[in-house]
């Protein structure tokens, strides 16, 4: 039980539980003769106790009581958010090292969504064998309202519409985001922003593979909006000295209708598979050392074989290395 200013929360995960409490004086958990001692994790089988200073300790490192998840507010949707990691945390310490679940917000389109769904389940299948399959959950949007939002240009409702999902996801125990389409990274601060859970953002695993074989100028495919707004390239430019190129305007409009016109639909065809080779090739004359598939949509109509130099597919990167970080691992950009 939470006992904050004017909230108070009930926290359980499944046969674990566990009671702590919270005082609103200096954003810190209650010390001395105004609480318990100790914090009780139990389960079925048996009960230890966790003394408070460990719980103050860890909620400081964790940052639970940053302005984000701090009780203080008043709000109760804040301090659900706090108890649900704090929880997290205790029912690690309690248990020992577990899969973090991980909050996918996907259907945009599903076709994407649904080799993010495949490569994860395999991936944590081949590591850990058996019949194992990942802790996830995912918030699938409806495309066709998303679709139409983005081509309006409000970026504020898909905003919030994000915002929203991740919030969603949280609530339901998912220990760190994963967006599953690179345009809608567009927000991806907002929604790191309103969360108090990792977000994992696809371009920068996508950029340390590109690093890491000692490449630097890439050429990147995507929707009008990656290709043309700064949100992405900038990233890429910024946090990791990339040099960034993208397709003229016809060969940018030439992969952006293929998308929205074919490959969210799950239409592939072999002369669109051509297109994609020619703009491909012209970003190498241009001297492009690689290419970024930078939509999650991309890896379905074209592989390594149609291009002549390495080819960085972002869906499944962004899958593995989110397996990674579910199975035990540290996403050096996550706080």
């Not at 058996?130 to 995912?138: E, I, P």
């Not at 918030?139 to 519409?161: A, P, V, Y």
């Not at 290395?321 to 050096?332: E, K, S, W």
């Amino acid at each position: 039980m939470v006992a904050g200013p004017r909230s108070c929360a009930r926290a359980a995960h499944h046969e674990t539980q566990l009671s702590f409490s919270v005082c609103g004086k200096k954003n810190r958990p209650m010390t001395g003769s105004d609480a318990r001692s100790s914090v009780s994790v139990g389960t079925l089988a048996r009960v230890r106790y966790v003394p408070i200073a460990d719980i103050e300790q860890r909620a400081r490192k964790t940052q639970l009581w940053s302005s984000k998840a701090s009780p203080l507010c008043g709000c109760r949707e804040a301090t659900a958010r706090m108890v649900n990691r704090l929880r997290r945390e205790l029912v690690r310490t309690s248990k020992g090292d577990v899969m973090k679940v991980i909050g996918l917000i996907g259907g945009m389109s599903w076709e994407s969504s649904a080799e993010y769904y495949r490569i994860i389940n395999q991936a944590v299948r081949q590591r850990l064998g058996g019949v194992h399959s990942a802790k996830c959950l995912m918030w699938s949007m409806d495309f066709g309202e998303i679709e139409r939002l983005q081509h309006d240009g409000d970026w504020t409702t898909l905003t919030n519409e994000m915002v929203a999902a991740a919030r969603r996801l949280e609530s339901g125990g998912a220990d760190f985001i994963v967006i599953c389409t690179n345009t809608m990274h567009r927000m991806a601060d907002a929604v790191s922003d309103a969360i108090s859970i990792p977000l994992h953002h696809i371009a920068d695993p996508t950029a340390r593979k590109i690093m890491d074989v000692g490449l630097r100028r890439v050429g990147l495919l995507g929707t009008a909006f990656t290709m043309e707004q700064d949100f992405y390239k900038r990233r890429l430019a910024e946090n990791f000295g990339l040099d960034v190129m993208v397709p003229d305007d016809q060969d940018r409009k030439t992969v952006h209708d293929i998308i929205y016109k074919e490959l969210v639909a799950g239409i592939v065809r072999n002369s669109s598979r051509e297109a994609y080779r020619k703009v491909i090739q012209r970003l190498v004359d241009r001297g492009a050392e690689a290419i970024i598939m930078g939509c999650t949509e991309i890896m379905l109509l074209v592989s390594q074989t149609d291009s002549g130099v390495p080819v960085f597919d972002t869906t499944e990167i962004h899958a593995l290395t989110a397996v990674d970080i579910a199975l035990g691992g540290r996403d050096p950009e996550l706080p």
